[in-house]
Nanobody, 116 residues
Framework: QVQLVESGGGLVQAGGSLRLSCAPS????????IDWYRQAPGKQRELVAS???????KYVDSVKDRFTISRDNAKNTVYLQMNSLKPEDTAVYYC??????????WGQGTQVTVSS
């Protein structure tokens, strides 16, 4: 069973940047449409950014102009570049595809902590 593996999280000061990566655990699973989510302590999981198979991109308002989602088809990897980070961006970040998300199948996520 394929899983999506997130990496790149860490501790950063407010105003700093991080780049998260998302790749499948099995190389034969091609990443096309994919979503980045985050879940802060005590809060529900929130959809942050999406990229469709055709390259269409959407962001939640709170991260617009700060986060950039991109896909490297050659590496079968999706990235989330996060700039101008704020303490309220602190959360566990997950990537997922709609099929796996609907089945309740999530990876471990990557912790992002932004200190003030």
């Amino acid at each position: 069973q394929v899983q999506l593996v997130e990496s790149g999280g860490g501790l950063v000061q407010a105003g700093g940047s991080l780049r998260l990566s998302c790749a499948p655990s099995r190389s034969t699973f091609s990443i096309n449409a994919i979503d980045w989510y985050r879940q802060a302590p005590g809060k529900q999981r929130e959809l942050v950014a999406s990229i469709s198979s055709g390259g269409g991109i959407k962001y939640v308002d709170s991260v617009k102009d700060r986060f950039t989602i991109s896909r490297d088809n050659a590496k079968n990897t999706v990235y989330l570049q996060m700039n101008s980070l704020k303490p309220e961006d602190t959360a566990v970040y997950y990537c997922n595809v709609p099929l796996l998300a609907a089945a309740g199948d999530w990876g471990q996520g990557t912790q992002v902590t932004v200190s003030s």
